[in-house]
C-alpha cells in the first residue's frame, strides 16, 4: 500500500528536490525513470575498472560467470525488497530519515563519512574519464603503482572533468536522471560492442580454449604466479555487497522516495545485469586482449576502449565516468547539505552539491582510488550499510507507518544507543579491515545484521530504565 505524502506549500519552487519534507504525490515518477539512471550508473565507470580487477586477482571465468549470476540477484531483491518499501512509504532522504531515528548531532557524523566516502568513490569515476579525455593530449597514463598524479596534465583534465560532472549534479535529480537516460542506451551498446570485439581480439574457438587464454593473461599479469586470491563465493559476496551502502544500507531511499511503487526497486536489474554482469566481463576480455595483442596488464579504462572500439570506446568511458559520478555526487551533496543544515538551515542543495563535486575531484587526481575499488566499496559498505540496519529494524520492528513515521519527532539530538550499535561492530571490522588485511565485502553482512540487533537491544533497554 502506497503512502500519501504530506503535501508542501504550493509557492515551492519547481527545482525543490524536498531534501527535509515527504516527496509529494505531484513529484512521484513511473518505473522508467529508474530503468535508465540505473542502467547508466552501472553499465558506467567503475565497470571499467572492476572487470580487469577480477583478472588481476586471478578469478577463474567459470567463478567469473556463476558468481556474478547469483550475486547480482541478491542485490537486485535487497534493492526491491529491503530498500525501496521503506521509500515509497516513508518518501524521506536516507538522511532526514535518520535524523527521525538517531537524532540531528549524530547524524551529523554519519552524514560526513556518507558524503566524504561517496566524494571518494566519485573522484574515482572522474579518474576513469580522465584516461579517456587524455589519450588526444598524448597524457602519460597512470599505473597501478602509481598512488599520487603522475603529471601536471593529468592534474588539469582530471579539474576540467570533474567541475563538468560537478554542474550537472548539483542542477538536481531530474537532470541526473535526464543524462543517465540519455546516455546509457549508447552506452551500453558501446560496452557489449567493446566486448565482442575483445572476445574476437583474443580468437578463442572453445570453451577450452578461452579459459586457457584466459590462464595464459592471469599468468602474465601476476608476473608468472598465476595465483587466485577469489573464488566462487568471493565474487558472490562481492557482487552482492559492492553497492551494500545503497540498498540495505539504504541510501536509496533518497532514489525511491520518488518512485510511485515499490516495484521500480526491479529497475535495478538493469544495472546488475547490464552492468555488473555483462559489462564487467566485456571489460575483464578487454584487459585480457589488450595482454595478448600488446603484452601490456596496465588496465587503464581509456587505452583499454580505444584499443577495441577506437572512438567510440573513448567516449563511452567518458560519458561512462559521469553516469556513475554524476548520481553518486547527487547522494554526497545530500549527505553535506543535511549536515550542513544543523547549523544552517537555509543552505542550499545546489552548492553543497557542487562542494562535494570539488571534493570528488580532489580526490579524482589521486589514481590509487581507482586502482583499490575492489577493497574500498567493500570498506565503505561497511561503514556505511550498518545504519541501513537501524533503519530497517526501527521500521519493520517498530511497525512504522508513513503517517506517523512522517510526523515522528526524534526521540533526543543523540541517540546513544544507535551510536554504540554502530561502532560496537564497525570500529573491530574497520581495524581487521585496514591493519590486518582481511577482505572488507566479507564484513557488510555481519555488521549490518549486529548493527540492527543492537540497536534493537538498547532501545528496549533505554525504555526500559
Known amino acids: 500500500m502506497e503512502a500519501t505524502a504530506i503535501a508542501p506549500p504550493k509557492n515551492r519552487p519547481a527545482s525543490d528536490e524536498y531534501e527535509r519534507e515527504p516527496v509529494p504525490q505531484r513529484a512521484l515518477k513511473g518505473p522508467g525513470k529508474f530503468w535508465g539512471m540505473y542502467a547508466g550508473e552501472h553499465a558506467a565507470g567503475t565497470e571499467f575498472m572492476i572487470g580487469p580487477l577480477f583478472l588481476l586477482a586471478g578469478v577463474s571465468l567459470q567463478n567469473i560467470f556463476f558468481g556474478l549470476l547469483f550475486g547480482n540477484l541478491m542485490a537486485v531483491l535487497?534493492?526491491?525488497?529491503?530498500?525501496?518499501?521503506i521509500a515509497i512509504k516513508a518518501r524521506f532522504t536516507l538522511y532526514q530519515h535518520l535524523e527521525k531515528i538517531a537524532g540531528k548531532w549524530l547524524v551529523l557524523v554519519?552524514?560526513?563519512?556518507?558524503?566524504?566516502l561517496f566524494c571518494f568513490l566519485a573522484g574515482a569515476m572522474i579518474t576513469v574519464s580522465a584516461t579517456a579525455v587524455g589519450i588526444p593530449f598524448d597524457m602519460p597514463m597512470p599505473?597501478?603503482?602509481?598512488?599520487?598524479?603522475?603529471?601536471?596534465?593529468?592534474v588539469i583534465i582530471v579539474i576540467a572533468v570533474g567541475l563538468v560532472i560537478a554542474l550537472v549534479a548539483s542542477l538536481g535529480y531530474d537532470t541526473v536522471?535526464?543524462?543517465?537516460?540519455?546516455?546509457?542506451?549508447?552506452?551500453?551498446?558501446?560496452?557489449?560492442?567493446?566486448?565482442?570485439?575483445?572476445?574476437?581480439?583474443?580468437?578463442?574457438g572453445s570453451w577450452e580454449e578461452l579459459n586457457s587464454i584466459w590462464s595464459e593473461s592471469i599468468l602474465f599479469a601476476q608476473e608468472g604466479e598465476n595465483q587466485s586470491t577469489m573464488g566462487f563465493w568471493s565474487v558472490f559476496i562481492f557482487a552482492w555487497f559492492c553497492n551494500a551502502a545503497m540498498h540495505v544500507g539504504m541510501a536509496d531511499l533518497s532514489v525511491f522516495r520518488f518512485a510511485r511503487k515499490a516495484s521500480s526497486g526491479w529497475a535495478t536489474t538493469a544495472g546488475m545485469y547490464v552492468g555488473h554482469y555483462m559489462a564487467w566481463v566485456a571489460a575483464?576480455?578487454?584487459?585480457?586482449?589488450?595482454?595478448?595483442?600488446?603484452?601490456?596488464?596496465?588496465?587503464?579504462?581509456?587505452?583499454?576502449?580505444?584499443?577495441v572500439a577506437g572512438l567510440a570506446g573513448i567516449v563511452c568511458v567518458i560519458v561512462a565516468g559521469w553516469t556513475t559520478a554524476n548520481p553518486t555526487i547527487y547522494r554526497a551533496g545530500l549527505a553535506f547539505q543535511a549536515m550542513v543544515q544543523t547549523v544552517f538551515p537555509n543552505v542550499s542543495r545546489f552548492w553543497t552539491t557542487f562542494a562535494a563535486g570539488l571534493i570528488a575531484t580532489a580526490a579524482g587526481?589521486?589514481?590509487?582510488?581507482?586502482?583499490?575499488?575492489?577493497?574500498?566499496?567493500?570498506?565503505?559498505?561497511?561503514?556505511l550499510a550498518p545504519m541501513g540496519g537501524v533503519i530497517f529494524f526501527d521500521?519493520?520492528?517498530?511497525?512504522?507507518?508513513?503517517?506517523?513515521?512522517?510526523?515522528?519527532?526524534?526521540?533526543?539530538?543523540?541517540?546513544?544507543?544507535?551510536?554504540?550499535?554502530?561502532?560496537?561492530?564497525?570500529?573491530?571490522?574497520?581495524?581487521?579491515?585496514?591493519?590486518?588485511?582481511?577482505?572488507?565485502?566479507?564484513?557488510?553482512?555481519?555488521?549490518?545484521?549486529?548493527?540492527?540487533?543492537?540497536?534493537?537491544?538498547f532501545s528496549k533497554q533505554t525504555k526500559t530504565a
Open 365 to 383: 587526481a589521486f589514481p590509487a582510488f581507482a586502482w583499490q575499488l575492489l577493497g574500498f566499496v567493500g570498506l565503505y559498505g561497511t561503514i
Open 110 to 116: 554519519y552524514n560526513l563519512a556518507n558524503g566524504l
Open 395 to 457: 521500521w519493520y520492528f517498530r511497525k512504522r507507518d508513513a503517517t506517523t513515521f512522517q510526523s515522528l519527532v526524534p526521540e533526543s539530538s543523540f541517540n546513544l544507543a544507535v551510536l554504540l550499535a554502530w561502532l560496537i561492530p564497525v570500529a573491530p571490522s574497520f581495524y581487521l579491515i585496514v591493519y590486518r588485511g582481511y577482505t572488507a565485502v566479507n564484513f557488510v553482512l555481519p555488521c549490518w545484521l549486529i548493527t540492527g540487533l543492537l540497536y534493537q537491544a
Open 177 to 204: 536522471a535526464k543524462f543517465a537516460n540519455i546516455a546509457s542506451p549508447w552506452m551500453v551498446l558501446v560496452f557489449l560492442a567493446c566486448g565482442i570485439v575483445a572476445f574476437k581480439q583474443l580468437g578463442a
Open 284 to 307: 575483464a576480455f578487454m584487459l585480457a586482449a589488450q595482454i595478448k595483442l600488446n603484452q601490456d596488464a596496465n588496465p587503464v579504462p581509456g587505452p583499454m576502449a580505444s584499443n
Open 78 to 85: 535487497s534493492w526491491r525488497y529491503v530498500c525501496a518499501p
Open 143 to 154: 599505473t597501478t603503482s602509481d598512488l599520487f598524479p603522475n603529471s601536471a596534465l593529468f
